[in-house]
Structure formats: C-alpha cells, structure tokens
C-alpha cells in the first residue's frame, strides 16, 4: 500500500511539473501550447537513451532532458511566435506529432515501436523499496519547490509583469517599444526545460519508454489538469495536477468495482471523461477551482 | 514512370479527402472563427455511420448518406450545446472545447464499435489497365463521390441565399447582422454542412483503407496544413491546397518513408506560415 501511494504521488508531482511549464506558458503568457507532451517525450528519451546506451551518470541526462527540450522549443518559438494564437495551437500540435513519429522511426536512436527498457532507477543504491521511493519523491519534491519558488520570483520580476502584461495585452508591451517576440521566445524554452526535466523524471521512474506514452492525449491531460485547477495560478496547476491523478487511478479501481469492462474500454471511458472535463470546464468555470469565485 | 504515376493517381484521390476536411476546417474557421479541432473526429463518426449503414442495408449510397447525415447531426449538437454559448469568448475557449469534443465522439465511437480495425464488405474489383497504369475502379468512384460533395458545397455557397449570407458573416459579421442576417441560422448551416463534409470524407478514407477510432485524428494535421496552404477561410483554395497536399505526400513516400509522410503536412504548414502567412489564394487578412 505505501509502495502503491508512493508510486502516485511520484507520477503526481511529475505532472505538476509539467503543469507548472504549460502555466508559465499559458497562464501566464498567454501561449496556447498544444504540444507540451512533444518536449515531455524529448526530455524522457534523451534521459533514457543517455543512461542506457550512452552510459553517462544520471544527472547528465537530466541535465541533457532540459536543455534539449529548451533548445527544441526555440525553433518552434521562432517559427510561430509571430502568428496569431490559435495558429500558434495548431503548429505546436503538430510540433509534437513529428516529435513521435521522429522517435517511432529513427530506429537507431530510440529503438522505434519497441522502445528503450532497463532505464536505471533513481537510488538503486538505497536498495528497492521504500528507502528509494522515499529518496525519489524527495527530490521531486524539492525540484517542484525549485520550480514554485522560481516562478514566485519570475511573477514578481520585471520580466514577470512584461509576460502577464502581454497576455492581456500584447498591443499595449508593443507600442512601449518593447518586443513580446523575445518574451515569448524565453518563457516557451523555459516552460520546455521544465517539460524534459519531467520526462527525465518519468524515463527513470517507469523505467521503460515507447512512443505510444507520449500521445497527444498527455498534453490535454495537462491541458485538463491546469483548466480544472485555474489558469494562471500555481496553486491551480498543483491542485489541477492532484485531481487529475486522482482521475486517472480512480479509473483504475472503478474497474475492479464495475464488472463487465474491459481495459481497452476503459481507456476509451478516460478519453470521454478528459473530454468531457475539457467542455464543461470552459462552458461552466472557465476560471477553474482555485479561481476567483466572485468573477465569472 | 508507370509507378509515378500510380502515385500521382493514389495522391489525387487522397487529396481529395484532405481538400475536403480542409474544406470543413477552412468553412468554419471562416464563418465562426476558430479551428474545430473536432473536425477529424467527425470524420471518424461518418465513418462508422457508413459502416454501420451499410452492413444494415446492404447498399453503399444508403450507408454514405448515413454517414453524412451523422456528421451533419453531431455537427450542428456541438453547435447547439456547446459552441454557441462559447460564441463570444476567447478562441482558447472555442478550441480547447472543440478538442473536447472531439474526445467524447471518439469514446463513444471506441465504446460503440471497439478499437479493432474493420473493413467495409465490399466486393473486390480487378483494376483497370492503360498502357500498364493500373486504375482501380473504385477510387474514380470514390473521387467521383468527393467532386460530387464538393460541387454540393461550393453550389450551396454561391448559389443560394443561405451560401450568400453564410459569405458575408465570413466577410464582415458586423455588417452583416445590420444588413438583417440571422447569425444563429447562418450558424446552422455552417454546422451542418461542415459536418456532412467532414463525414464524407471520413466515408471516403475508410473505403480506401480500414476505419478505425483514431482514423479521423490522424488526418487533423494534413487538413489544417491544407486549410492554411489554401489560404484560412478560402473554400476553394482549401480544396486545390488539399490535392497539393495529398499528392506530395504520396510521391514523397518512396524518398522518405511512409512514416514521415505525416511530418510532410507539418513542415508545409511551417514554411507556409513563415513564407506566406495568408496562404496560396487567401486575402490579405492578418494571421500574425
């Protein structure tokens, strides 16, 4: 039972960092990034493949997860920044569909379909077990206070109130002569980082990765997790990420409840309820639960 | 050369499919501007709606129209419940809703009809031969099909009176609710006619290949990519775009691989975005 409340609150907090990079990018800046799981995905196998064929230490392939997926966000940054919002979804959307079919058939690289196994764990050392488990989650835990504490620093800096200022108004930071471009360039490759040091985090928990995790279907999950907690507030995306993972088990164990459902069926029921959530979160309480409750 | 060819025709065929999901993206990004983030999904549904159609009946055209008619009808719901009371928010709103939407269709087709591929039972026929090029007969009445919807569409939009409204709230929604427009009928419309589009093109793509839950999602990024290429909110462009597309991506398969065929839409879209932003034929309309 520890072991299996472990095991939650790790995956948790890895969602919650991945929440906390689409609020930097969304909640705060306004970018309508579609295609957060494609730097999840680019995080997760530099990891992996760094650990494993590569043969380097761990934190090297961390450190590798975060700055390859910041350097994969400044091209798209580049390319799209300038477009509209909504053409903005669109190419980072495709973004991470190439990303996966990228790591689908460069074989030599990522193994395609059969994917990378034997990823080492975190703190092997400590023994399987608790002892470990512990270690992990305490040091996802201290990376997602990192994170938290930097964007507490970053919403009260002058850079903070320039990437706020041009979500509310990007008319408004132009004609002050400033360029949102670069703005944006920054906060997307920042919010990316935080998205591979996610994947880093996910290679080595699960221990093994294919392509088919790293679906579209992950980016909405996130998508969900921030809308349902409240656009834009920190304590929404961790709150957004705690339900969302309470969605995802608890449509594990309504399986053992409800007889007569297959697994695959249940895959599908998951991508109704995500859908679902999506549509009545914005119809009804666009402002999430940790909203403002007076404004609607 | 025979084997180019044979490329250029499969290429042709599936370019209609992708002009016309272009076609339903580029009506409705036009009309209630936003992507419907839906539209490969209702694809999928008129798919089904075929299939189901057609192993009841027996006959192909009852099946096709059942589809149709589905997408129509799961169109103008969406309108219904959710869309037109999103109609003065954000675009965030609008897509993350469609996207939404989206999901439920594909759960309920998933949870209807399970995850295994299936097949329309029609009969196998022998291609033609012209000098060695093999034709098979049932794409020229697959195109044939598509050309037909596509005559449908582009008569209802410059032949009638609800087209004509539907192209001034395109043009100037303002405007056009002065001048006496119903916005919520011309709303209606878009909504089922984009739908219908979307379904047959799903028809066509599973008589072509297998149909499947995920079917309709994969052609999402070739249709955006043609819809953009065509120019946003251009009917036309989105169609001759949507051929481009289908034709380069069927001669790129030997050079790069059938996997990265999909990646083609992606990089076209980029360079389109970057090089020309308003599209082959669209205005001079601001998309930055």
């Known amino acids: ?296 | 050369m025979v084997f180019w060819i044979e490329l250029l025709i499969a290429g042709l065929v599936s370019g209609l499919v992708i002009g016309l999901v272009a076609l339903s993206i580029t009506l409705v990004f036009g009309i209630a501007r936003f992507p419907n983030a839906a539209t490969g999904d209702t694809m999928t549904l008129g798919a089904y709606g075929a299939l189901a159609g057609h192993a009841a009946t027996g006959s192909m055209l009852i099946g096709g129209a059942i589809g149709a008619l589905g997408g129509a009808a799961v169109g103008l719901a969406a309108y219904a419940l959710v869309f037109r009371r999103l109609s003065n928010r954000s675009t965030v709103a609008l897509l993350v809703a469609s996207i939404g939407i989206g999901f439920i269709i594909r759960a309920g087709l998933s949870l209807a009809f399970g995850h295994t591929q299936q097949v329309f039972q029609v009969p196998l026929v022998r291609p033609w031969r012209f000098q060695g090029v093999r034709i098979h007969p049932n794409d020229l009445r697959l195109a044939a099909t598509a050309i037909a919807s596509l005559a449908v569409v582009f008569a209802t939009l410059y032949l009638t009176p609800i087209g004509r409204r539907m192209r001034a709230v395109a043009d100037d929604p303002a405007l056009a609710r002065v001048s006496g427009i119903s916005p919520v009928r011309v709303m209606v419309a878009l909504w089922l006619l984009a739908g219908a589009v979307a379904a047959v093109a799903g028809v066509i793509l599973g008589l072509r290949t297998v149909v499947s839950p995920e079917m309709g999602w994969e052609m999402l990024l070739p249709g955006f990519a043609a819809a953009i290429l065509g120019g946003i909110g251009n009917p036309a462009g989105a169609v001759v775009a949507g051929l481009i597309i289908g034709i380069a991506q069927e001669m790129a398969t030997p050079v790069v691989g059938f996997t990265y065929k999909i990646a083609l839409s992606f990089v076209v879209m980029l360079v389109v975005l970057l090089v020309r932003p308003r599209g082959l034929f669209g205005r001079v309309e601001g998309v930055r």
């Open chain 1, 1 to 296: 039972m520890e072991a299996y409340l472990a095991a939650i609150a790790a995956i948790a907090l890895i969602y919650v960092l991945l929440s906390l990079g689409l609020t930097l990018h969304y909640g705060l800046t306004g970018l309508i990034n579609f295609g957060h799981v494609g730097f999840f995905c680019i995080g997760a196998y530099a990891a992996a493949i760094l650990s494993t064929t590569g043969g380097m230490p761990i934190v090297v392939g961390f450190v590798a997860a975060a700055v390859l997926a910041g350097l994969a966000a400044w091209p798209i940054g580049l390319v799209s920044l300038r477009l509209r919002d909504d053409y903005f979804a669109i190419v980072t959307l495709g973004f991470s569909e190439t990303v996966r079919l990228v790591v689908t058939s460069e074989r030599w690289l990522t193994n395609g379909v059969q994917g990378i196994p034997g990823i080492p764990r975190l703190f092997e050392g400590l023994g399987v077990g608790m002892p470990s488990a512990l270690a992990i989650l305490g040091v996802l835990l201290a990376v997602n206070a990192a994170a938290v504490w930097l964007f507490f620093r970053l919403v009260k800096s002058p850079f903070g109130r320039m990437i706020e200022a041009i979500r509310d108004n990007e008319e408004a930071v132009r004609a002050l002569g400033k360029d949102p471009a670069r703005f944006k360039i920054r906060v997307l490759m920042l919010g990316a980082a935080l998205a591979g040091i996610a994947g880093a985090f996910y290679a080595h928990y699960i221990g093994y990765i294919v392509p088919d995790q790293f679906i579209p279907l992950v980016t909405f999950y996130v998508w969900m997790a921030i809308i349902m907690g409240g656009v834009g507030r920190i304590s929404g995306a961790i709150v957004g990420s705690l339900l969302l993972m309470l969605f995802l088990e608890g449509s594990r164990f309504l399986r053992d409840v409800v007889p007569f459902i297959s697994a695959v069926d249940m895959a599908s029921v998951r991508i109704g309820a995500v859908g679902l959530a999506l549509v009545l979160f914005t119809l009804y309480r666009p402002q999430g639960l940790m909203g403002d409750y007076t404004r609607r």
